[in-house]
């Protein structure tokens, strides 16, 4: 099934409609088109452990979300070689972004069983998985120290997962203006305007 997520992304999903349990790992290997999301959902199953391998030149990006509303609940990135071990709750899914030109080669491992929630996971207590959103038709400069400094383009959003007290600033004519401190008052899944973050940071200047 493919129909359209965003302006710039196509949603493709791939759909296991068939009870795994009494199978140690399913291995699966897929090739993400460009600038296509890729949706990986087991519900007949209970919580999994995925273990997912980038083949490619380009970094994969990850999104862990709730299956009722889609509100974002993690979100990371997996550099060309590497790999990370996930554990995927039975109301959530897992969903594989491709944001380059070209495509993206993906293999992942299921196991399931009771999988026991791991450290990573409780360890998102202290950090806010949301999405910074650009509804202008510019684009938007961002710094987040030791993290990344994204350009927002026009019209498009950016999950981040990121530490209470993370600051994220604007970059402006070779200067930095703090427009977000990161704290347990965003909700997980919250979609901010970063337009309406530099405007209040101006004015308060």
Not at 86 to 96: A, H, K, P
Not at 114 to 123: A, E, G, L, P
Not at 169 to 174: A, D, E, G, P, V
């Given at each position: 099934?493919?129909?359209?997520?965003?302006?710039?992304?196509?949603?493709?999903?791939?759909?296991?409609?068939?009870?795994?349990?009494?199978?140690?790992?399913?291995?699966?290997?897929?090739?993400?088109?460009?600038?296509?999301?890729?949706?990986?959902?087991?519900?007949?199953?209970?919580?999994?452990?995925?273990?997912?391998f980038n083949k490619s030149k380009f970094f994969l990006g990850i999104s862990l979300l709730n299956r009722e509303n889609d509100s974002l609940y993690k979100s990371l990135r997996i550099e060309k070689g590497g790999s990370r071990t996930?554990?995927?709750?039975?109301?959530?899914?897992?969903?594989?972004e491709n944001r380059y030109l070209g495509s993206l080669k993906v293999v992942y491992t299921i196991e399931n069983g009771?999988?026991?929630?791991?450290?990573?996971?409780?360890?998102l207590t202290p950090q806010r998985a949301f999405y910074l959103e650009n509804n202008t038709a510019q684009k938007i400069p961002l710094h987040i120290p030791g993290v990344m400094d994204p350009n927002l383009n026009p019209f498009s959003r950016s999950g981040v997962d990121l530490k209470n007290g993370q600051e994220i600033?604007?970059?402006?004519?070779?200067k930095k203006l703090l427009i977000l401190t990161v704290t347990d008052?965003?909700?997980?899944?919250?979609?901010?305007?970063?337009?309406?973050?530099?405007?209040?940071?101006?004015?308060?200047?």
């Open positions: 099934m493919i129909k359209t997520l965003e302006k710039s992304f196509l949603l493709a999903t791939v759909l296991n409609l068939f009870s795994v349990f009494g199978q140690t790992s399913n291995i699966s290997e897929i090739s993400i088109p460009p600038k296509q999301i890729v949706r990986i959902d087991y519900p007949l199953s209970k919580t999994f452990k995925a273990k997912i996930l554990i995927v709750l039975n109301s959530q899914y897992l969903q594989f009771n999988q026991k929630s791991n450290k990573s996971v409780k360890n600033y604007l970059k402006i004519n070779n008052t965003i909700p997980h899944g919250a979609r901010i305007d970063v337009a309406s973050l530099v405007n209040n940071a101006l004015n308060k200047r």
